[in-house]
């Protein structure tokens, strides 16, 4: 009897034994939460996420725009990440589609399809997006080939103003890469009031453009703008506001885009 009760004391301190330890290992195994502070933001960044709130917001991934510029009709969809523009005008009696899209770019001309040559259909693509890229700003600017810079504040026309540069990284910058912007982003409302850029495409130049015409249209902000150039050539583009305000611009042409009608899409 004695060796019976011995067997199962000892049996049950075992089991006991194994079932705490396997308790302790799943215990341990648990892995460590660890809080992960967050991230914070530069203040370009911050300062360009604020105006694109302001400007629109979410709006610009699920909207259907359409407006008139210079002659030319002008689409942009956007819905669920993916996005067409279209360019749509009359060119020696024949009917052109210019169509840009995440597959890439084509033409149509009164209907079919043509075929292009690599410099056309790049310099044709370049044209379309561009006149879109400046409609949707500040849209753009957080794309992840952009490099956002604070400059500091500044006032013009007696408006306090943060002044922000814009550069792009050769890869995923596109074919002008080393054009350089700054924005003039208003202190109190967020809203682009002014914008510079110095490009270095066909011989290069720079330019100073001053928003007006602010309107909005189901929840997007369209500004048209005045174009100015200074009169010295200049390419500092971060000095461009002292330049206008010391009257040292010359206005060169209105970008104005008509007939703006927007659908939200869902």
Known sequence: MKIRISYFLFL??????????TEDAGESSEPEVVETPPIEEDQATSLIRQAIEQHGGD?????????DFRDRHYTSRRNNGGFTYERIFTEEGNNIRDV?????????INGERV????????AYSNSVNSVLYFVQLPYFLLDPAVNRTYLGETTIKGE????????????GGGKDFEDEFVYWIHRDNYTIGYLAYNYLTDGGGAR?????NIRMVEGIRFADYINYKPEDD?????????????????????????????????
Request: proline letters at 1%; glycine letters at 4%; charged letters at 25%.
């Open 115 to 122: 075929a292009l040559s690599a410099k056309d259909s790049s």
């Open 208 to 212: 100073f453009r001053e928003a007006y």
């Open 59 to 67: 709006l610009y991934d699920h909207a259907f725009i359409e407006f």
């Open 160 to 171: 306090p103003y943060h002044e922000v540069k814009v550069t792009f990284a050769q890869e």
């Open 12 to 21: 049950s301190f075992f089991l006991l034994a194994c079932s705490s330890a």
């Open 234 to 266: 200049a390419r500092e583009v971060a000095e461009f506001d002292s330049l206008f305000e010391a009257g040292k611009m010359t206005e060169v042409s209105r970008i104005d885009s008509e007939n703006i009608q927007v659908e939200v899409l869902n």
């Open 100 to 108: 840009l899209s995440n597959g890439g770019f084509h033409r149509e």
